[in-house]
Nanobody, 129 residues
Framework: EVQLVESRGGLVQAGGSLRLSCAVS????????IGWFRQAPGKDREGVSC????????YYADSVKGRFTISSDKAKNTVYLQMNSLKPEDTAVYYC??????????????????????WGQGTQVTVSS
């Protein structure tokens, strides 16, 4: 069974930091991209940051460049999102998700929610002003 389990959500003050983790099981981790997505009330789900476990490629949304860092620990099958200099606009439910890149060949990294197949339960991040 494929499972993605997020942790480390919470309430933080503007300017603060938070690290989210996504523990993945039930799939060949090295063949997948793992992405972080977020959804605020009334808004579409958007890609925040994604990483390819096939070649290490990363993607960051313009709104988080320089503030967020994604990393993958293959020994633990876990992906992290380090969030620094948090802003109230970062408030959302954050989800991690998996997209298989290596099947017959290898596909390029994308960070669009519609291409991701497996999803975690989501975790609330609230940034107060």
């Amino acid at each position: 069974e494929v499972q993605l389990v997020e942790s480390r959500g919470g309430l933080v003050q503007a300017g603060g930091s938070l690290r989210l983790s996504c523990a993945v099981s039930g799939l060949p981790f090295d063949d997948y991209a793992i992405g972080w997505f977020r959804q605020a009330p009334g808004k579409d789900r958007e890609g925040v940051s994604c990483i390819s476990n096939t070649d290490g490629s990363t993607y960051y949304a313009d709104s988080v460049k320089g503030r967020f860092t994604i990393s993958s620990d293959k020994a633990k099958n876990t992906v992290y999102l380090q969030m620094n200099s948090l802003k109230p606009e970062d408030t959302a439910v954050y989800y991690c998700a998996a997209d298989r890149l290596r099947i017959w060949g290898t596909r390029p990294l994308r960070c669009d929610p519609e291409v991701y197949d497996y999803w975690g339960q989501g975790t609330q991040v609230t940034v107060s002003s």
